[in-house]
């Protein structure tokens, strides 16, 4: 593996994530985050295409400690695009490198790593504000326009029961869309029911799929809507109505390209608001002559916020 120098004339090396590296990136995570990190299994999963991890650790000399991390989940792309995209997550550098020149370092290694044994063309990223004063440093990163998430109140008359309320539900084999063709692989390792989130996948009337993700944060219950249909959104709402909770305030996100009228006037027909949270994105050309568009807007799983 290439060497990092770092300012202090100590060497380092960036590795592909293994099992044995688990506790001590948990531990850094937490540090870094002030938030717990994924579960191993979770983890794992997320961070894997083709039976082969794609994150990478910076460890210090003696491999005692995870200085830096940088995840990837690659998918396959829409052909539209390129061939295939990795999304970039869960970012970090040990306070005491930052300032240092290991986060362009780190990208560096990490379009090699891509490349060569992934055949990635572009890395989407999802930068927050820390990540950002970085990325815009980098002159191979592409900023795009921000993302609105909107939002809307929903009022539930019961509880639901996960254990005894029945949701007939189907499985998740392929999903098209703007960005990626995801297939049974991905969807498997994505929506992975855990301690605080669940994921539902229902046919609407005509037959569209709608993917649902459900996280509870607090006294809220927030219902995303991953992959789905505009014009079924008021059949949508419907089904939340029944999955929501009165003991909680339940609320419904979605994103939306501004530049679909059509259905911007739908949400807001429907009562949404554009309040919810905001995030940073851009991209990285990995191969030029693969890449046909960069400004494709992304589905809502494509962000580990979701």
Same mark, same amino acid.
């Given at each position: $593996? +290439?060497?990092?120098?770092?300012?202090? &004339?100590?060497?380092?090396?960036?590795?592909?994530?293994?099992?044995?590296?688990?506790?001590?990136?948990?531990?850094?995570?937490?540090?870094?985050?002030?938030?717990?990190?994924?579960?191993?299994?979770?983890?794992?999963?997320?961070?894997?295409?083709?039976?082969?991890?794609?994150?990478?650790?910076?460890?210090?000399?003696?491999?005692?400690?995870?200085?830096?991390?940088? *995840?990837?989940?690659?998918?396959?792309?829409?052909?539209?695009?390129?061939?295939? =995209?990795?999304?970039?997550?869960?970012?970090?550098?040990?306070?005491?490198?930052?300032? /240092?020149?290991?986060? /362009?370092? $780190?990208?560096?290694?990490?379009? @090699?790593? !891509?490349?060569?044994?992934?055949?990635?063309?572009?890395?989407?990223?999802?930068?927050?504000?820390?990540?950002?004063?970085? %990325?815009?440093? @980098?002159?191979?990163?592409?900023?795009?326009? !921000?993302?609105?998430?909107?939002?809307?109140?929903?009022?539930?008359?019961?509880?639901?029961?996960?254990?005894?309320?029945?949701?007939?539900?189907?499985?998740?084999?392929?999903?098209?869309? /703007?960005?990626?063709? @995801? @297939?049974?692989?991905?969807?498997?390792? !994505?929506?992975?029911?855990? &301690?605080?989130?669940?994921?539902?996948?229902?046919?609407?009337?005509? #037959?569209?799929?709608?993917?649902?993700?459900?996280?509870?944060?607090? &006294?809220?219950?927030?219902?995303?809507?991953?992959?789905?249909?505009?014009?079924?959104?008021?059949?949508?709402?419907?089904?939340?109505? +029944?999955?929501?909770?009165?003991?909680?305030?339940?609320?419904? /996100?979605?994103? %939306?390209?501004?530049?679909?009228?059509?259905? !911007?006037? $739908? =949400?807001?027909?429907? *009562?949404? &608001?554009?309040? *919810?949270? %905001?995030?940073?994105? #851009?991209?990285?050309?990995?191969?030029?002559?693969?890449?046909?568009? =960069?400004?494709?807007?992304?589905? $809502?799983?494509?962000?580990?916020?979701?």
């Amino acid at each position: $593996m +290439r060497p990092l120098k770092s300012m202090s &004339e100590l060497f380092y090396n960036f590795q592909p994530y293994n099992s044995s590296y688990y506790d001590k990136l948990c531990f850094s995570y937490k540090i870094a985050f002030k938030r717990d990190f994924l579960d191993k299994k979770v983890y794992e999963s997320r961070f894997k295409f083709k039976n082969r991890y794609t994150s990478l650790v910076l460890l210090n000399k003696n491999e005692s400690e995870v200085l830096a991390h940088v *995840g990837f989940r690659v998918h396959k792309a829409n052909p539209k695009i390129c061939k295939f =995209i990795a999304f970039r997550f869960s970012t970090f550098v040990n306070k005491s490198l930052r300032g /240092q020149g290991v986060y /362009q370092e $780190m990208m560096r290694y990490a379009d @090699d790593f !891509l490349k060569n044994v992934f055949k990635v063309d572009l890395i989407y990223a999802w930068p927050n504000k820390i990540n950002l004063i970085s %990325c815009l440093k @980098d002159k191979k990163y592409q900023n795009l326009p !921000l993302i609105n998430t909107w939002q809307k109140e929903i009022f539930c008359v019961n509880d639901f029961n996960e254990n005894n309320d029945y949701i007939k539900l189907k499985k998740i084999s392929k999903i098209d869309n /703007q960005l990626t063709n @995801d @297939d049974l692989e991905i969807t498997n390792n !994505l929506f992975t029911n855990r &301690e605080n989130k669940k994921y539902y996948h229902l046919l609407d009337p005509k #037959g569209n799929n709608l993917i649902l993700g459900k996280s509870k944060f607090n &006294e809220c219950i927030y219902f995303s809507l991953l992959h789905y249909n505009f014009e079924s959104l008021s059949w949508i709402l419907n089904i939340i109505e +029944r999955l929501g909770s009165k003991s909680y305030k339940n609320y419904v /996100q979605l994103w %939306c390209n501004y530049n679909e009228y059509e259905n !911007l006037r $739908m =949400i807001l027909k429907n *009562g949404f &608001e554009p309040n *919810g949270p %905001c995030f940073n994105r #851009g991209v990285y050309i990995l191969n030029e002559k693969n890449v046909s568009n =960069i400004y494709a807007f992304p589905s $809502m799983y494509h962000h580990d916020a979701f």
